[in-house]
C-alpha cells in the first residue's frame, strides 16, 4: 500500500476501522492505554512508564505496532510525559486542533490507526521548535540491542 496517499478519514474513523479489524483490543491493551488512544484521556504526570526512559529504541504505536518516534529524538522535558523533538522521517503522526479543556492545542495521532497519542507544543529545543508531549501509555519501546 502507497504509505503517502491522503487518507482523509478522521482519527475516530480510523479507529472505529480498526477496532473492527480489531475486535480483541480492548481486551489486549491496559486500561490506561485504551482510555488515551481511543478516548483521548492523558494520563497523570510522571506516572507513565516512559517519561524518564533512557534505553535506545523506537516508539511504536501500541495499538497497531506502527513506528513513530526514536530515542534518538527523546529528550527530558521535565513535562512528566516522553517528549520528542520530532517523530521518525516520514512516519504517520498527523495532528489536529483540539480545543478541548478551553484551550487551543495540537493533538497528534497515530495516521494508521487514529489513535491518539497527545499534542504537539511550540517550545522545544530542537531545530523545529517542537515538543512531541505523548502518553507513555501511548506507545511500546521496542528495545535496541545494546553495542
Ligand atoms: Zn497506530
Known sequence: MDQHQIDARSPEEKR????GQHP???DRLEPMSWQCTQEAATERPFTGGYYDEKRSGTYACVVCGEALFTSEDKYDSGCGWPSFTTPIDDAPVDRRTDISLGMARTE???GSCGAHLGHVF???PGP???RYCINSACLVLEELPEG
Open 108 to 110: 497528534t495521532t497515530c
Open 122 to 124: 511550540d517550545d522545544g
Open 128 to 130: 523545529s521548535g517542537e
Open 16 to 19: 472505529a476501522a480498526h477496532a
Open 24 to 26: 480483541d483490543l480492548r
